[in-house]
């Protein structure tokens, strides 16, 4: 079992930046295939962007050039570094680890 917990969430108007933060339970992080997802209001939960274990990374094309995500295995956390923020990026963005342990969520809301 792993746990994860998701932090960095707010209210940010557009244009800005945020960072989220996803802290994940035990030793073995670096060991984990990793991955943002997001949830807007009345919509399908829609992947985001992948980190290996090898640092390899994917992003979405909504997202691709504007968000970045990276990992400190020394810390056992995993970033996602959201820049030129628009609306349509409000969501809650959970975290998944290994294809299958979901974190609890935070919230993302781009508004003026």
């Known amino acids: 079992q792993v746990q994860l917990v998701e932090s960095g969430g707010g209210l940010v108007q557009p244009g800005g930046s945020l960072r989220l933060s996803c802290a994940a339970s035990?030793?073995?992080?670096?060991?984990?295939?990793m991955s943002w997802y997001r949830q807007a209001p009345g919509k399908q939960r829609e992947w985001v962007a992948d980190?290996?274990?090898?640092?390899?990374?994917n992003y979405a094309d909504s997202v691709k050039g504007r968000f970045t995500i990276s990992r400190d295995n020394a810390k056992s956390t995993m970033y996602l570094q959201m820049n030129s923020l628009k609306p349509e990026d409000t969501a809650v963005y959970y975290c998944?680890?290994?294809?299958?342990?979901w974190g609890q969520g935070t919230q993302v809301t781009v508004s003026s």
């Open positions: 998944k680890a290994l294809g299958k342990f």
């Open positions: 035990g030793s073995m992080f670096s060991f984990y295939d």
């Open positions: 980190i290996f274990t090898g640092g390899s990374t």
